[in-house]
């Protein structure tokens, strides 16, 4: 089960769950920044200049990195797998995308959004909506400050304030969804933050509203280091952040649900009228040429999978 935790919480960008949405949109600045970068989004390092001071300012700060580098290489790697692994998994789902607009779908459904800016960076087809799905103040932060910057979306937009515990559903279908048109949807970042039924009941709600063709990715949840390892991890971060400077505020790994009885997203999807593959993320980094060894390397069940299906 996750350390903090409750069926009812609730978060802004700064805290909770909303404060993993700023270290992921920090990776993207990272990467796009970089000399030879996989990806490209411009809006990701206005999103975290906003979000005020946190650790997530180790992974836009090479600097800081080298710094934690003299004190303890190993947390320095984990830091740069970090990086690595985010702009593996937003390339992945970005093709993703791609390949279904490109099969003709329209309709565009991205659960538990956070700082995504895809709305904003991908090409979409005129006639492209784009509905985000999360928690009020996330969405009302982002709107704000990418309209501040004068940045607009690339298709129609339209949010959808609501935890995924609650009735997403009905406020979808209210903001213009139609369950009869093929969808594209994403759960990217967002498993591991669900206990295991609740994963269960998110796929049972998202097949009701799939018509033929329809199309999900998905970052299966993984599994997780020992306690007394992650334990051991945790007070070297700490030690480190307050080392060179940084504040950090809470363990990302007191977050996530560590359910064992988790279900295979693969095995879930193709026993409920999908028509499912999934890539190993240790090998699409390697394909992609961004592996980074860090301790855990050796225990393929700590990482996630890319999982694609179409509805039949």
């Known amino acids: ?28 600045a990272s990467e796009t920044a970089s000399a030879d970068p996989l990806i490209n989004d411009p ?31 190993e947390v320095a790697a984990v830091y740069h797998h970090m990086r690595s692994y985010q702009a593996v998994r937003t390339h992945f789902f970005d ?9 003709g779908i329209r309709q565009v459904v991205i659960l538990a959004s956070g700082l995504d800016s895809r709305a904003y960076r991908l090409d979409w087809p005129t006639g492209t909506t784009v509905y985000e799905i999360d928690q009020p103040k996330v969405l009302a932060y982002k709107e704000q400050t990418l309209t501040a910057n004068d940045v607009t979306p690339a298709a129609e937009r339209r949010t959808v304030p609501i935890d995924l515990r609650q009735d997403w559903p009905a406020a979808l279908t209210a903001a213009g969804f139609d369950p009869a048109a093929p969808t594209a949807w994403l759960a990217e970042g ?3 933050y669900l206990p295991a ?10 097949t009701e509203l799939s018509a033929s063709g329809s199309r999900i990715a998905a970052e299966t949840a993984g599994n997780h280091r ?22 950090q505020s809470l363990d990302i790994q007191d977050l996530i649900y560590q359910d064992e009885d988790r279900a295979s997203v693969r095995g879930w999807l193709d026993e409920h009228g999908w028509r499912a593959a999934s890539q190993p993320s240790t090998a699409e980094m390697r394909r992609l040429n961004r592996w980074v060894d860090v301790s855990v390397t050796d225990d393929a069940d700590a990482f996630s999978e890319f999982v694609t299906a179409v509805r039949s």
């Open 1 to 28: 089960m996750s350390a903090l935790r409750t069926h009812d919480d609730t978060w802004d960008i700064a805290t909770s769950v909303g404060s993993t949405a700023v270290m992921v949109a920090a990776a993207r």
């Open 43 to 73: 809006y990701a390092k206005l999103l975290v200049a906003g979000a005020g001071t946190g650790i997530w300012e180790m992974l836009l700060d090479d600097t800081l990195v080298d710094k934690v580098e003299a004190i303890d290489a």
């Open 95 to 103: 093709a993703f995308f791609a390949d279904a607009v490109a099969a």
């Open 190 to 192: 967002l498993l591991m």
């Open 197 to 206: 039924e609740g994963q269960d009941r998110l796929f049972e709600q998202i």
């Open 226 to 247: 020992s306690d007394e390892r992650r334990q051991q991890m945790a007070e070297r971060f700490k030690k480190i952040a307050e080392m060179v400077g940084l504040t």
